[in-house]
């Protein structure tokens, strides 16, 4: 798995990003098909976003406190 960083003023205009979000930039995860179905199918179980999934699992796994984050 990769991951790759930019900021948001260089990711395409297609690409939906979070508007008005003061510091935040876009994360791009190389993953395979069935760990990206598995992560979404995670999330609808618990009624979040796989982008909320991942920030809370993150948090936990670096043992900080989760920080919620408002889905676009």
């Known amino acids: 798995m990769a991951l790759k960083t930019k900021p948001l003023e260089l990711v395409r205009e297609d690409i939906p990003t979070a508007v008005g979000v ?12 069935e760990l990206r179905e598995a992560w979404k199918k995670a999330a609808r179980a618990r009624h979040m976003s796989v982008t909320t999934l991942i920030h809370l699992s993150v948090s936990a796994y670096l043992g900080e406190d989760a920080i919620l984050i408002q889905d676009s």
């Open 22 to 33: 003061d510091g935040q930039v876009r994360i791009n995860l190389n993953t395979s098909p």
